[in-house]
């Protein structure tokens, strides 16, 4: 047989094995899938009634998506290379090439970019569900957390307490590479819970249910209830609740002169895309804070695997807190109740996951 016919039949061979997973993957995990088709449905529905757009959000998240597959499999790529190279190999091209096809041959390459999509589709269903929050419900609660957060915190804002210790430009810089580092995070563990062998099927459902949960209950349900736009939109939106976080801004605006702060972009971002300047989906919403309930559900999955990778990520999540204080993104109280709630819905999407018995990745 030709080495043309063989590549052919591979390729078939692929594609069965494929469809069978699929078809596994979809039985296995019905409820999963269930729950994207009502989301997608309503979303859709929503938009329909409203005369919106719904097809470009869904289109923008495809597309970040693609871009967040083509830097891992960069990464990858890199990753072999590297090992190769550093093994001393006689002939690393040749390990290289064989190493890649055997990674690309094994089936968790399609099942990666089939992960990708599903994740794609809901977060761009979710995308345009938060923008229509403060259509449907004006913000009205920033000025009930401001005082939360001055109750909590003694009489001072929380920011305050945190500023003798993190108001210096360098760590600054290093809290605003971490807070932007939750994006392409939420794409790497997403795709290493899809994935990888050390992932159990209990716990990949459990965390891709937790994270649908999550993003919709926490994202879009108590958001809706609690609608707030949080400290970075104050002066914006509510210049007379501004004062208590002018430091803090007029800082962060003295650390963007000389370093571009990735959150200040973000926040710029955020606020042409609510005033309609730029036709970009984006959405304002500060409680409960997303970035520490995704955080949160990181480390609970990485203690799941390994007490080492649940400490680190745990790590992480505390200085996500951190940062989305001292970067006036959040009131404190948004990331306290973001964290509780989610490992409320971890343990919810425990019990489902739980109740049906799964099949294992190969």
Not at 245 to 273: C, D, H, I, Q, R
Request: glycine residues 8%; proline residues 5%; aromatic residues 14%.
């Amino acid at each position: 047989m030709s080495e043309a016919a063989l590549e052919r039949s591979a390729a078939a061979e692929q594609q069965q094995v494929f469809s069978g997973w699929l078809l596994s993957e979809m039985r296995e995990n019905r409820v999963i899938y269930i729950f994207l088709c009502v989301f997608l449905a309503s979303s859709l529905l929503v938009s329909a009634l409203r005369g919106d757009e719904f097809l470009p959000v869904i289109v923008v998240y495809l597309e970040r998506t693609l871009r967040a597959f083509a830097v891992l499999c960069s990464a990858v790529i890199a990753f072999v290379g590297i090992r190769v190279l550093m093994r001393g190999s006689n002939r690393p091209t040749y390990e290289i090439g064989r190493t890649l096809l055997a990674i690309a041959s094994n089936g968790r390459l399609t099942r990666l970019l089939f992960s990708f999509f599903v994740l794609a589709l809901f977060m761009g269903s979710f995308l345009y569900n938060k923008t229509l929050i403060p259509v449907i419900r004006p913000f009205d609660w920033d000025e009930t957390f401001v005082a939360w957060d001055r109750a909590l915190f003694g009489g001072y804002q929380p920011w305050e307490w945190l500023h003798p210790v993190l108001g210096y430009p360098a760590v600054t810089i290093v809290l605003d590479y971490l807070y932007s580092a939750w994006v392409p995070l939420v794409f790497i563990v997403w795709a290493w819970v899809a994935v990888s062998p050390a992932v159990a099927p209990d716990l990949r459902r459990q965390y891709w249910l937790a994270v649908f949960l999550a993003w919709t209950g926490i994202g879009i349900g108590m958001a809706l209830v609690f609608s707030s736009a949080g400290p970075c939109f104050l002066p914006v939106l509510f210049p007379d609740l501004a004062a208590p976080y002018s430091g803090l801004n007029a800082y962060l605006a003295g650390v963007t002169e000389g370093f571009p702060l990735s959150s200040t972009m973000s926040k710029e971002f955020l606020w042409n895309s609510y005033t309609d300047v730029i036709a970009e989906p984006g959405g304002i919403s500060a409680m409960p804070s997303m970035h520490n309930a995704q955080a949160v559900l990181f480390a609970l999955a990485g203690f799941r695997v390994s007490r080492r990778l649940g400490l680190a990520l745990s790590l992480y999540a505390v200085l996500i807190f951190l940062g989305s204080i001292h970067l006036a993104w959040h009131y404190a109280v948004d990331g306290i109740i973001g964290a509780v709630a989610a490992v409320a819905v971890w343990h919810v999407a425990g019990l489902a996951s739980r109740s049906r018995p799964g099949t294992a990745i190969r």
